[in-house]
Nanobody
């Protein structure tokens, strides 16, 4: 059973940066498309960014375009979410999610229902 682990969250001032990591214990992620999602208190979980198995295709929500970058290192079996120019409204629990494919694919979706493995999440707080 794939278990995803997020790390890199924390407290940062507005305008600052954080890099989140998503890894899997005992598994390689090269046949998994990965998505990052976030959930703020009292709000529904929303898709932030996703990346295809090869890393050749990504997709991001309009609210983070130009500020967040998703990328992957399949040798290290890690997917990263680089978050720059953070705003207080980015405060949320960030979780990574995965869906497995038998072959490499070059697309991804920001729909929660597309994914079937989820991590526990890491808290990101943007505040002065």
């Amino acid at each position: 059973q794939l278990q995803l682990v997020e790390s890199g969250g924390g407290l940062v001032q507005p305008g600052g940066s954080l890099r989140l990591s998503c890894t899997a214990s005992g598994f390689t992620l090269d046949r998994y498309a990965i998505g990052w999602f976030r959930q703020a208190p009292g709000k529904e979980r929303e898709g932030v960014s996703c990346i295809s198995t090869s890393g050749g295709s990504t997709r991001s929500a309009d609210s983070v375009k130009g500020r967040f970058t998703i990328y992957r290192d399949n040798v290290k079996s890690t997917v990263y979410l680089q978050m720059d120019s953070l705003k207080p409204e980015d405060t949320a629990v960030y979780s990574c999610a995965a869906v497995q494919f038998s072959n490499s694919i070059n697309w991804c979706y920001l729909s929660r229902t597309w994914y079937n493995y989820w991590g526990q999440g890491t808290q990101v707080t943007v505040s002065s």
